[in-house]
């Protein structure tokens, strides 16, 4: 442990608890000190290899600084870019392609469903393409195989009677998009959350003993699907259950918790 740190009870509670090389979810509050807690965590579990994920490319960098030299801090797309062939991640850089030029190019003209107070409202081409690239989206980061209709975001004043119309005709679209977003030859942009993906598929393995998985309460359905097939490693999930964005599950509530 760091020299002239005295860790305070719960972070000596989570620090022996690590010692045991099993999976741990740390629910740890704003303010509670993670940062210096997970220092403390890798100190301990010296010599052995550990990676620090963060996400984002600022956050990484500060706890590069901080943790000691057994541990090295990455983003979760960045050890993906990494791993991708170079012809998919250098379309990231490429223009987007404008929704109703999507829609267009996908042959989806404007259609006309109910909203839930009985008026009719009209979706242009550019509101399709808009809905199929954000369900490509939305998949790109779920555990699912394969897009899904549910994957496609519906405005909530369309009345429930068309949503599944709705996404069951968008849903090609949405697949052809990834088809066209990961085929070797593609030329279209493509965004970040696309190579995540295609990485999460690949069976990836991150080469470290244990894994330090911060803000886990901003992850996502494929990162949490990527970490849980990390089985040769003990994973720390660190994260504040008060500022929740995705659902932690699976695997992380059947890990004991501090």
């Given amino acids: 442990m760091p020299a002239q740190f005295r860790p305070t009870p719960e972070q000596q509670a989570i620090v022996d608890a690590t010692g045991g090389g099993n999976n741990l979810k740390i629910k740890a509050y704003a303010g509670a000190g993670k940062t210096s807690t ?6 301990r579990l010296a010599p052995l290899r550990g990676t620090y994920l963060a996400f984002n490319r600022e956050i ?16 979760v797309h960045s050890l993906a870019y990494a791993s991708t062939p170079p012809a998919l991640t250098s379309r990231v ?22 909203s839930v107070t009985g008026k009719v409202l009209e979706l242009t081409p550019f509101d399709l393409g808009r809905m199929v690239a954000d369900g490509l989206g939305r998949f790109c980061r779920s555990a699912s195989p394969v897009p899904e209709p ?15 119309w709705l996404r069951d005709g968008l849903l090609p679209s949405v697949s052809r ?25 690949m069976d990836p393995r991150i080469d470290s003993d244990f894994i330090l998985f ?3 309460q901003d992850s996502d359905g494929v990162m949490l699907q ?12 660190v994260g504040d259950p008060y500022q929740q964005i995705y659902e932690w599950r699976g695997a992380l509530n059947a890990m004991s918790e501090i």
């Fill in 60 to 75: 990484a960098e500060h706890a590069r600084r901080g943790f000691p030299d057994n541990v090295v801090a990455r983003t």
């Fill in 177 to 201: 998009m990834w088809t066209e977003s990961t085929v070797r030859s593609g030329r279209s942009a493509i965004m970040p959350d696309v190579y995540l993906k295609v990485w999460s598929q």
């Fill in 214 to 216: 911060d803000e886990a």
């Fill in 38 to 43: 997970l220092r403390l965590v890798a100190h």
């Fill in 226 to 237: 990527i970490l849980a097939r990390q089985t040769h490693a003990q994973i720390i999930y």
């Fill in 93 to 114: 850089s490429l223009p987007a392609e404008p929704p109703h030029e999507l829609a267009a190019r996908y042959g989806l003209s404007s259609v006309e469903v109910p």
């Fill in 150 to 164: 549910g994957h496609i975001p519906v405005d909530e004043k369309i009345d429930t009677g068309a949503v599944d």
